[in-house]
């Protein structure tokens, strides 16, 4: 038992210190066994009922040595980690060969036949821990998805069937001895959580000892999507309550394709990565051919990059495979795994796609309309079966701005349990609702556990409570935390519901202990509702209900630090049922203090929300009397107010009050008010108002928009209302963009001639109407543009800049997570050695972010755009060939004082004293190293080196830029320049006629390349390196002192080193010596006598040729030199062997690598 409780922290050890290896695709070393029918049946099956053939699994009874024999050609390849031969495993995959009663013993032979393999691999001399994982595949049933077209909610399996068949498999997997449960190739993540439920109900209700968990997923295409519909973002939130110890990506795509997807998972978990693609995409024949040399060079770069800690294959990969990879990143360190959160003080929630709310998000929105027991209409629709008509109010309420969807079936005449899985299965098949989390919501927990089955992503279960007692309480919340939920917990305990301010916290804080002490409950999983109850009910009693409210909400976030507050709106306007105005203004009006509060998400209708500032006066200041109980006769007073105004007759006379404006006020007021009813016929009157349509767009709609922001960011407009105005600013531009096409025909050209910008809002935001304000105004003034839309991935935006050849790409975002996908762009961005401008913009942007976080991730130039009316100017001067540099520059310089200016003010805590950044140095284990002699000591001269020689080593870009000659991507460098269609041919010209002089010089000796190298004996002391003389052996006094400087900013990850030059010399008093290399060259003797003969004849052209041809020569003698020395006079690589382009690009060996302390 006791080795059993180590495996994880074993595993964990090897993988913090190596990248440890899985094995390769079972199936396909089946296959290459060719068997037939009577070979899987055996003598045990001979007269089974169905055909056999092709059942993997079953292999592990009738033909062992089969199974163990490739376990073990696994291992001698350099696994680390085998897989048992079980991914059909379950009675439910087994059905369709009638051999489901075999389930458990196909999974307690399969795990014994791996450690047998183990054991044997061992015996013949095998080195190394060996692990078995037990391998839990995703079954050939998906809960999420229909079988049936035409039944939507129609499911061909259960959870709880899932949960049954899938502890029957771990049950044979856990007897038979595996160190690892390995839940794999997960194309509907509600299956998976049905997996992880069975496992962890086995290990924490059935004695089963703890085993170590890994959870790899599928990505089935570039949409970044597994099959059923979620990102890799949200699979991650959706099962990392499981506590996987590594979490990552296997099959359907090879490893170049997966690469982006791996790296978001590695964005979004602090456990182990784990990747093994197939080997390559298929081919036309459904093979897979990708060689073991490309693929295991592919992975070597996730390696070099940190991405991976577990690296395997799957479909296709073979032993060789294996050893490929194994030898490519052996030499690699592993991703580094942070033990602080990566989200801290967040709420991560999930459905198709990932919402995170922590202190910078604004208040969220559930949507309260699809709920029995407030809706009328929907509770109609549902009791008469009407489910499709009942799911367009789900769609309404997303539209309209709900960033999570309550669902409550609590009726009497309703079979809750029925209605909440057959709505929740109906939401899985539509993309634009299940998108968002949902809140799973009854006061009947058997209703809530039917809606968590049918639910891939991490919903909200609302809610539970003390009512019953601490026993009840506890159960149910290991419930949902089993399932992955967050959970809501109401104000109530065994005595009743808490209405004043003690109780309520009391209650709350007695709960959170509960949970994040007994049960184990992330804090920020814990939502409290604190009750809001109805105010204006006339009982004096219930007037402080808000204040109370209010003011429990401000303890009860202090005291249970992480948690949330929630609550349902509506309850406190219960009173005023009917009139609709007076709600409205209540809920408003609550909110706005409510949420200053720190009341982060409530229930509400998201598409009725009155702006506060809006609120007429009277009722306004008969809201805030109500609400703080200023007034003891407030709830007459609203009641009066309700009767004398006739909600027909107001509006009507509101309408006739800002109708009576002038047409720029009254498209302001219709976009900070979400009313289009009148909007097109407005526009059409400022369009004749102005020169161009454009400039309708560029003054009052904008000003308008501009007013919404500030309301938005004051807190007296919500998400909803903002969402409104943008639909309304929508339909102004579209139709205004007819009218500014007609007025731009004069000055139309071609597309194809056009400058291409790319417009994207990133992946995880919603947010485009900015982006779409910047498209047409970037349309007017001559840009292609090419708009992807909202919820970009990285990989689309780039793929589209390649394949439309962009001139600039422009990223946007209104959300702060989007902060975070736009650097993750600027370094793919650079990664993949993009040359485009890249554009910032968005609501959250802003220049200081973009020039400290994003600018440095990307060597190319990197703008923040304040709005859409400098967007022209900013592209025009990125694309402008004369003025571009210049432009540039400037940018560069102020981005620098942006950067020097925050770091500066971050001076006093961000670095470190010299002294203390000197105890924090690297040490290197000196006493492993022995240092390599050069073959000379002191100084060697190079005298008119061969120029032919250097030749051979040109690096020709530096002299292209002499001539401002750059390529275009893909067109960019050389040779490949000579392509671009722009400069291609005048480049080639260029080139040609340096050749010819070229030819020239070397024949007429014309010019000499002349060099020295010096080796010298070297000891460090502290951060100087001491030069010693190399013919006395004189270490007292040096020839020479290097002053070292060592770096002092503090660093983001702790125990990191302070670096310095000096480190990497072996200091005085280590008893050894070491060696040091310098060299100075230059191939321009003779440089000045040609520059004045083509001075002399005024021929300017071939004074810049010979000054940039000799400027060529000496870097490559630089190169030249170099490699000398790695091969021969230094030695320490000899057998380099690299062609000019990687020498180029640095590829060579360092000259040691030396093993740190």
Same mark, same amino acid.
């Given at each position: 038992?006791?080795?059993?409780?180590?495996?994880?922290?074993?595993?964990?050890?090897?993988?913090?210190?190596?990248?440890?290896?899985?094995?390769?695709?079972?199936?396909?070393?089946?296959?290459?066994?060719?068997?037939?029918?009577?070979?899987?049946?055996?003598?045990?099956?001979?007269?089974?009922?169905?055909?056999?053939?092709?059942?993997?699994?079953?292999?592990?009874?009738?033909?062992?040595?089969?199974?163990?024999?490739?376990?073990?050609?696994?291992?001698?390849?350099?696994?680390?980690?085998?897989?048992?031969?079980?991914?059909?495993?379950?009675?439910?995959?087994?059905?369709?060969?009638?051999?489901?009663?075999?389930?458990?013993?196909?999974?307690?032979?399969?795990?014994?036949?791996?450690?047998?393999?183990?054991?044997?691999?061992?015996?013949?001399?095998?080195?190394?821990?060996?692990?078995?994982?037990?391998?839990?595949?995703?079954?050939?049933?998906?809960?999420?998805?229909?079988?049936?077209?035409?039944?939507?909610?129609?499911?061909?399996?259960?959870?709880?069937?899932?949960?049954?068949?899938?502890?029957?498999?771990?049950?044979?997997?856990?007897?038979?001895?595996?160190?690892?449960?390995?839940?794999?190739?997960?194309?509907?993540?509600?299956?998976?959580?049905?997996?992880?439920?069975?496992?962890?109900?086995?290990?924490?209700?059935?004695?089963?000892?703890?085993?170590?968990?890994?959870?790899?997923?599928?990505?089935?295409?570039?949409?970044?999507?597994?099959?059923?519909?979620?990102?890799?973002?949200?699979?991650?939130?959706?099962?990392?309550?499981?506590?996987?110890?590594?979490?990552?990506?296997?099959?359907?795509?090879?490893?170049?394709?997966?690469?982006?997807?791996?790296?978001?998972?590695?964005?979004?978990?602090?456990?182990?990565?784990?990747?093994?693609?197939?080997?390559?995409?298929?081919?036309?024949?459904?093979?897979?051919?990708?060689?073991?040399?490309?693929?295991?060079?592919?992975?070597?770069?996730?390696?070099?990059?940190?991405?991976?800690?577990?690296?395997?294959?799957?479909?296709?990969?073979?032993?060789?495979?294996?050893?490929?990879?194994?030898?490519?990143?052996?030499?690699?360190?592993?991703?580094?795994?942070?033990?602080?959160?990566?989200?801290?003080?967040?709420?991560?929630?999930?459905?198709?796609?990932?919402?995170?709310?922590?202190?910078?998000?604004?208040?969220?929105?559930?949507?309260?309309?699809?709920?029995?027991?407030?809706?009328?209409?929907?509770?109609?629709?549902?009791?008469?079966?009407?489910?499709?008509?009942?799911?367009?109010?789900?769609?309404?309420?997303?539209?309209?701005?709900?960033?999570?969807?309550?669902?409550?079936?609590?009726?009497?005449?309703?079979?809750?349990?029925?209605?909440?899985?057959?709505?929740?299965?109906?939401?899985?098949?539509?993309?634009?609702?299940?998108?968002?989390?949902?809140?799973?919501?009854?006061?009947?927990?058997?209703?809530?556990?039917?809606?968590?089955?049918?639910?891939?992503?991490?919903?909200?279960?609302?809610?539970?409570?003390?009512?019953?007692?601490?026993?009840?309480?506890?159960?149910?919340?290991?419930?949902?935390?089993?399932?992955?939920?967050?959970?809501?917990?109401?104000?109530?305990?065994?005595?009743?519901?808490?209405?004043?301010?003690?109780?309520?916290?009391?209650?709350?804080?007695?709960?959170?202990?509960?949970?994040?002490?007994?049960?184990?409950?992330?804090?920020?999983?814990?939502?409290?509702?604190?009750?809001?109850?109805?105010?204006?009910?006339?009982?004096?009693?219930?007037?402080?209900?808000?204040?109370?409210?209010?003011?429990?909400?401000?303890?009860?976030?202090?005291?249970?630090?992480?948690?949330?507050?929630?609550?349902?709106?509506?309850?406190?306007?219960?009173?005023?049922?009917?009139?609709?105005?007076?709600?409205?203004?209540?809920?408003?009006?609550?909110?706005?203090?409510?949420?200053?509060?720190?009341?982060?998400?409530?229930?509400?209708?998201?598409?009725?929300?009155?702006?506060?500032?809006?609120?007429?006066?009277?009722?306004?200041?008969?809201?805030?009397?109500?609400?703080?109980?200023?007034?003891?006769?407030?709830?007459?007073?609203?009641?009066?107010?309700?009767?004398?105004?006739?909600?027909?007759?107001?509006?009507?006379?509101?309408?006739?009050?800002?109708?009576?404006?002038?047409?720029?006020?009254?498209?302001?007021?219709?976009?900070?008010?979400?009313?289009?009813?009148?909007?097109?016929?407005?526009?059409?009157?400022?369009?004749?108002?102005?020169?161009?349509?454009?400039?309708?767009?560029?003054?009052?709609?904008?000003?308008?928009?501009?007013?919404?922001?500030?309301?938005?960011?004051?807190? #007296?407009?919500? %998400? &909803?209302?903002? !969402?409104?105005? +943008?639909?309304?600013? @929508?339909?102004?531009? /579209?139709?205004? $963009?007819?009218?500014?096409?007609?007025?731009?025909?004069?000055?139309?050209?071609?597309?194809?001639?056009?400058?291409?910008?790319?417009?994207?809002?990133?992946?995880?935001?919603?947010?485009?109407?900015?982006?779409?304000?910047?498209?047409?105004?970037?349309?007017?003034?001559?840009?292609?543009?090419?708009?992807?839309?909202?919820?970009?991935?990285?990989?689309?935006?780039?793929?589209?800049?390649?394949?439309?050849?962009?001139?600039?790409?422009?990223?946007?975002?209104?959300?702060?997570?989007?902060?975070?996908?736009?650097?993750?762009?600027?370094?793919?961005?650079?990664?993949? #050695?993009?040359? %485009? &401008?890249?554009? !910032?913009?968005? +609501?959250?942007?802003? @220049?200081?972010?973009? /020039?400290?976080? $994003?600018?440095?991730?990307?060597?190319?130039?990197?703008?923040?755009?304040?709005?859409?009316?400098?967007?022209?100017?900013?592209?025009?001067?990125?694309?402008?060939?004369?003025?571009?540099?210049?432009?540039?520059?400037?940018?560069?310089?102020?981005?620098?004082?942006?950067?020097?200016?925050?770091?500066?003010?971050?001076?006093?805590?961000?670095?470190?004293?010299?002294?203390?950044?000197?105890?924090?140095?690297?040490?290197?284990?000196?006493?492993?190293?022995?240092?390599?002699?050069?073959?000379?000591?002191?100084?060697?001269?190079?005298?008119?080196?061969?120029?032919?020689?250097?030749?051979?080593?040109?690096?020709?870009?530096?002299?292209?830029?002499?001539?401002?000659?750059?390529?275009?991507?893909?067109?960019?460098?050389?040779?490949?320049?000579?392509?671009?269609?722009?400069?291609?041919?005048?480049?080639?010209?260029?080139?040609?006629?340096?050749?010819?002089?070229?030819?020239?010089?070397?024949?007429?000796?014309?010019?000499?390349?002349?060099?020295?190298?010096?080796?010298?004996?070297?000891?460090?002391?502290?951060?100087?390196?001491?030069?010693?003389?190399?013919?006395?052996?004189?270490?007292?006094?040096?020839?020479?002192?290097?002053?070292?400087?060592?770096?002092?900013?503090?660093?983001?990850?702790?125990?990191?080193?302070?670096?310095?030059?000096?480190?990497?010399?072996?200091?005085?008093?280590?008893?050894?010596?070491?060696?040091?290399?310098?060299?100075?060259?230059?191939?321009?003797?003779?440089?000045?006598?040609?520059?004045?003969?083509?001075?002399?004849?005024?021929?300017?052209?071939?004074?810049?040729?010979?000054?940039?041809?000799?400027?060529?020569?000496?870097?490559?003698?630089?190169?030249?030199?170099?490699?000398?020395?790695?091969?021969?006079?230094?030695?320490?690589?000899?057998?380099?062997?690299?062609?000019?382009?990687?020498?180029?690009?640095?590829?060579?060996?360092?000259?040691?690598?030396?093993?740190?302390?």
């Amino acid at each position: 038992m006791k080795n059993v409780e180590n495996i994880r922290s074993s595993l964990t050890a090897e993988m913090q210190k190596r990248i440890l290896i899985m094995d390769g695709a079972m199936g396909t070393m089946i296959q290459k066994h060719k068997l037939e029918e009577e070979d899987f049946r055996g003598s045990r099956f001979l007269d089974h009922l169905k055909p056999l053939k092709g059942n993997n699994d079953l292999l592990s009874l009738t033909q062992p040595e089969i199974i163990v024999g490739i376990h073990k050609e696994y291992l001698e390849a350099g696994s680390d980690i085998i897989e048992t031969n079980t991914f059909s495993g379950t009675s439910i995959a087994q059905a369709d060969y009638g051999t489901e009663d075999l389930a458990y013993e196909l999974n307690f032979e399969s795990a014994k036949l791996a450690k047998e393999a183990i054991r044997a691999y061992h015996a013949e001399g095998g080195l190394g821990k060996k692990y078995v994982a037990g391998a839990i595949g995703p079954t050939n049933r998906t809960l999420s998805i229909s079988p049936s077209v035409e039944k939507p909610h129609f499911r061909n399996v259960t959870f709880d069937e899932l949960v049954i068949a899938y502890k029957d498999q771990t049950k044979g997997l856990l007897d038979g001895g595996v160190d690892i449960i390995l839940v794999e190739t997960i194309f509907d993540t509600a299956n998976a959580k049905a997996a992880l439920f069975a496992v962890q109900e086995l290990m924490e209700e059935e004695g089963y000892p703890h085993r170590p968990i890994m959870i790899s997923g599928t990505i089935v295409d570039k949409s970044g999507r597994t099959l059923s519909g979620q990102t890799g973002d949200a699979f991650v939130v959706s099962v990392s309550h499981a506590d996987p110890l590594c979490l990552g990506l296997n099959c359907a795509l090879g490893a170049e394709e997966m690469r982006p997807f791996i790296e978001r998972i590695g964005v979004m978990t602090n456990s182990f990565i784990i990747c093994y693609p197939n080997a390559g995409l298929p081919n036309t024949f459904g093979e897979y051919d990708e060689s073991p040399e490309k693929m295991s060079k592919t992975l070597e770069g996730f390696a070099k990059d940190g991405l991976i800690n577990l690296v395997g294959g799957c479909c296709g990969t073979t032993p060789q495979h294996i050893q490929a990879i194994a030898k490519a990143v052996q030499n690699h360190p592993p991703r580094q795994c942070s033990s602080l959160p990566l989200f801290p003080n967040h709420l991560l929630l999930s459905g198709l796609e990932p919402m995170r709310i922590g202190k910078e998000t604004n208040f969220v929105n559930i949507g309260e309309r699809c709920n029995v027991a407030g809706s009328r209409l929907f509770c109609r629709l549902i009791k008469e079966d009407k489910y499709d008509e009942a799911l367009a109010i789900a769609k309404r309420q997303v539209e309209n701005g709900a960033q999570i969807l309550d669902i409550n079936m609590d009726e009497g005449m309703l079979d809750g349990v029925k209605a909440m899985a057959q709505f929740v299965n109906l939401i899985s098949s539509e993309p634009d609702i299940c998108k968002v989390p949902l809140c799973i919501d009854s006061s009947n927990f058997n209703v809530i556990l039917a809606g968590l089955k049918c639910n891939q992503g991490k919903a909200i279960v609302n809610s539970i409570s003390l009512k019953e007692g601490e026993k009840d309480f506890v159960e149910k919340a290991r419930l949902v935390k089993r399932f992955g939920g967050a959970v809501v917990v109401m104000a109530f305990d065994e005595e009743g519901q808490a209405t004043e301010i003690d109780r309520k916290v009391e209650i709350c804080e007695r709960s959170f202990r509960i949970l994040v002490d007994e049960v184990g409950f992330n804090p920020n999983d814990v939502i409290f509702d604190p009750n809001i109850l109805t105010l204006g009910t006339g009982m004096e009693e219930h007037n402080e209900y808000g204040i109370n409210f209010i003011k429990s909400t401000a303890l009860i976030k202090e005291k249970c630090r992480g948690c949330r507050i929630s609550g349902g709106v509506s309850n406190i306007s219960f009173s005023f049922r009917g009139n609709e105005s007076v709600r409205e203004a209540m809920h408003s009006v609550f909110l706005f203090h409510a949420i200053k509060a720190g009341m982060d998400m409530g229930i509400v209708n998201a598409g009725n929300l009155v702006v506060y500032s809006d609120i007429d006066p009277e009722l306004l200041g008969l809201c805030e009397s109500i609400l703080w109980n200023s007034d003891s006769n407030a709830t007459e007073k609203l009641l009066e107010y309700a009767q004398s105004h006739d909600k027909s007759e107001k509006k009507e006379e509101k309408e006739e009050l800002w109708r009576s404006a002038d047409v720029k006020k009254r498209l302001s007021y219709a976009l900070v008010k979400g009313i289009d009813k009148w909007v097109v016929e407005d526009t059409e009157e400022a369009r004749l108002l102005y020169d161009h349509p454009l400039s309708v767009i560029e003054g009052p709609l904008m000003d308008g928009m501009g007013e919404v922001g500030e309301l938005f960011g004051s807190g #007296k407009m919500f %998400l &909803p209302q903002v !969402i409104k105005s +943008a639909r309304v600013m @929508k339909k102004a531009v /579209a139709y205004l $963009i007819p009218f500014i096409e007609e007025a731009n025909k004069e000055l139309s050209v071609k597309a194809q001639t056009l400058p291409t910008v790319v417009l994207a809002t990133v992946k995880g935001d919603v947010h485009d109407i900015g982006k779409n304000i910047v498209a047409v105004v970037l349309g007017c003034n001559n840009y292609r543009v090419i708009d992807l839309g909202v919820m970009c991935p990285t990989d689309k935006i780039l793929q589209t800049a390649i394949q439309e050849k962009a001139d600039i790409i422009g990223l946007s975002g209104l959300i702060t997570p989007s902060l975070e996908e736009m650097i993750h762009v600027a370094k793919e961005m650079q990664r993949l #050695k993009f040359d %485009l &401008p890249l554009l !910032i913009g968005g +609501a959250t942007t802003s @220049k200081q972010h973009t /020039a400290v976080k $994003i600018a440095p991730k990307y060597n190319m130039p990197v703008v923040h755009v304040l709005d859409a009316s400098k967007s022209v100017f900013v592209c025009s001067a990125l694309l402008d060939e004369k003025n571009r540099e210049t432009y540039m520059e400037e940018v560069a310089e102020e981005y620098e004082d942006i950067r020097e200016d925050h770091y500066e003010n971050l001076k006093g805590r961000k670095y470190l004293s010299l002294q203390e950044a000197r105890k924090q140095k690297l040490l290197l284990d000196w006493s492993s190293y022995t240092p390599k002699v050069p073959s000379f000591l002191g100084k060697k001269t190079f005298r008119k080196f061969d120029l032919q020689r250097l030749r051979e080593r040109i690096d020709w870009k530096p002299f292209f830029d002499v001539w401002q000659l750059r390529g275009k991507y893909p067109n960019r460098g050389y040779p490949k320049l000579f392509n671009d269609p722009t400069i291609g041919s005048e480049a080639k010209r260029v080139f040609d006629d340096a050749m010819k002089m070229l030819d020239g010089i070397i024949a007429n000796k014309e010019l000499e390349a002349n060099g020295v190298i010096g080796f010298f004996p070297a000891n460090s002391k502290e951060d100087d390196i001491l030069i010693w003389s190399p013919e006395n052996g004189n270490r007292k006094t040096p020839i020479a002192v290097f002053h070292g400087l060592r770096q002092q900013g503090e660093k983001e990850v702790k125990g990191e080193a302070y670096l310095c030059l000096s480190d990497f010399v072996p200091p005085i008093d280590s008893g050894l010596t070491d060696y040091i290399g310098v060299f100075a060259v230059s191939a321009g003797f003779g440089c000045q006598k040609l520059v004045k003969r083509y001075e002399e004849d005024l021929d300017d052209y071939n004074v810049i040729m010979v000054k940039a041809l000799a400027d060529r020569l000496a870097e490559a003698f630089a190169e030249e030199l170099h490699l000398l020395v790695r091969k021969k006079l230094w030695a320490y690589d000899s057998d380099e062997n690299l062609p000019t382009e990687d020498l180029l690009s640095i590829k060579y060996k360092v000259r040691n690598q030396i093993r740190c302390v």
